[in-house]
């Protein structure tokens, strides 16, 4: 997992964004070329790495450098708590890389940010993230809702020293 960067990844991202699960399940961006997808990782992707050392990051395999999706902690303004999110290109969901992300970055988040707290939003018929996020070792809390007028989402949380924190504290 690395920091994303505007031009070297904006085709990576325009495929993430554009992935029919991702614009059902977490929203249409409107990102649809390379050059809009370079602006969007310089204005609302990159800027959360220096201000908070975190962000969205993409993931990679190890083998080839091949990106596979993006996986990352978020400080976002409507939730008090830092959130987890996670997004993989279909043809790599099913073979535990979602889990394996998610898992290094709240162990980041843990251990390096030194949060209290590690929480994720998804929409209640995204049943595969919400797996996701239980086997992550998250207990859904509540309903809530993060822009006035729109959906609601299940928010999920973890806290350091709970069990989805990692072996070694
Ligand atoms: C949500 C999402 C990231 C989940 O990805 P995923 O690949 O299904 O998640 P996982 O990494 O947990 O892998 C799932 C399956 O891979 C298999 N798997 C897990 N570890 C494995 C391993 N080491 N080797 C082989 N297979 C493995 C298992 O069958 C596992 O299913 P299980 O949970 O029943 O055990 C993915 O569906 C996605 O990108 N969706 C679209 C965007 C989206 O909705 N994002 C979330 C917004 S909240």
Not at 16 to 35: E, I, S
Not at 73 to 86: H, N, Q, S, T
Request: include cysteine.
């Amino acid at each position: 997992m690395r920091e994303l960067e505007p031009e070297r990844d904006a085709a990576s991202i325009v495929e993430v964004l554009n992935d029919p699960a991702f614009v059902r399940n977490v929203g249409d961006r409107g990102v649809r070329t390379n050059a809009e997808a370079a602006v969007y990782i310089r204005e609302r992707i990159a800027p959360s790495y220096d201000r908070f050392g975190f962000g969205m990051w993409l993931v990679e395999l190890v083998a080839n450098a091949e990106p596979i999706g993006i996986c990352g902690l978020l400080k976002r303004d409507a939730l008090e708590d830092v959130d987890v999110g996670f997004s993989l290109l279909e043809r790599y969901r099913g073979c535990g890389y979602a889990f394996e992300a998610a898992s290094a970055a709240m162990t980041y988040g843990w251990e390096v940010a030194r949060l209290s707290r590690i929480v994720a939003i998804t929409v209640p018929h995204n049943s595969r993230s919400i797996a996701l996020l239980q086997k992550l070792g998250m207990q859904f809390e509540k309903m809530v809702q993060l822009v006035p007028d729109t959906r609601e989402v299940m928010l999920f949380a973890a806290s350091a020293g709970g069990q989805a924190q990692s072996d070694s504290k």
